[in-house]
Each structure stands twice: as C-alpha cells, then as structure tokens.
C-alpha cells in the first residue's frame, strides 16, 4: 500500500506559477509510474501528465504542454509538478496517482485514470484572472 499527499495549491493570478508536490509514503521500497490529474468544477477528472517507472519519459496533455514539468525525486519520494504561465481554466483539484502494476515497461508512461491505483486527496488551485 501507498499513501500520496499533494501540496502546494493555491491562489495565483494568471500568469503566475506554482508548483505542486506529491510525497508518498508506506511502501516506498519500490519505484511507481506517476501522474497527475485534475478535476474543475462541474466536470470531469481528466490526464495532466504522468512520469514513467524509470523517471525517464513523461507525456502531457497538450493544453499544459510547454507549460507545465513533472520531476521526481526518488530519494524523498516525491513527484512534482512544476505549472507555469498559469491560465483561468486550468483551476482545478490536482491530484497525484501511482500505478502498482508492473504489466508495462519501465518506461511506460499511463496515461488513463483506470491505470492508476492509489490517489491522493487532491490539492486546490485557482487561477484568478
């Protein structure tokens, strides 16, 4: 089992940063593919990036790509999302996911909600205008 907690939301005016952080915690013996996903209001949870097993590859959907960087950081056991040239629609609950299966290559990155088996609780950000 694996715990995730994100933090770092917040307020930002458009334009701005932020950079989210999910540290895992329990069994962190073992390296996991990552993502981030987010969930505005009235919607859907939708794919923002995800990171590989290896750490190595990462995909983005594309209304973030060139925007915003996911990095992790094995020895604290932590994944980022670093989000810049922040807009209003990318308001949302972020929530980070990892993947305990070992069904795809180190590399692989998921990219699907389904894939995903341990969530955190989500972190707020909202982008003012």
């Known amino acids: 089992q694996v715990q995730l907690v994100e933090s770092g939301g917040g307020l930002v005016q458009a334009g701005g940063s932020l950079r989210l952080s999910c540290t895992a915690s329990?069994?962190?013996?073992?390296?996991?593919?990552m993502g981030w996903f987010r969930q505005a209001p009235g919607g859907e949870r939708e794919f923002v990036g995800a990171?590989?097993?290896?750490?190595?590859?990462?995909d983005y959907t594309d209304s973030v790509k060139g925007r915003f960087t996911i990095t992790g950081d094995n020895p604290k056991n932590t994944m980022y999302l670093q989000m810049n040239s922040l807009k209003p629609e990318d308001t949302a609950v972020y929530y980070c996911?990892?993947?305990?299966?070992?069904?795809?290559?180190?590399?692989?990155?998921?990219?699907?909600?389904?894939?995903?088996?341990?969530w955190g609780q989500g972190t707020q950000v909202t982008v003012s205008s």
């Open positions: 996911a990892a993947v305990d299966s070992r069904r795809y290559s180190r590399t692989y990155v998921y990219i699907r909600s389904s894939d995903y088996d341990y």
């Open positions: 329990g069994r962190t013996d073992r390296t996991y593919a």
């Open positions: 990171i590989s097993r290896s750490g190595g590859t990462t």
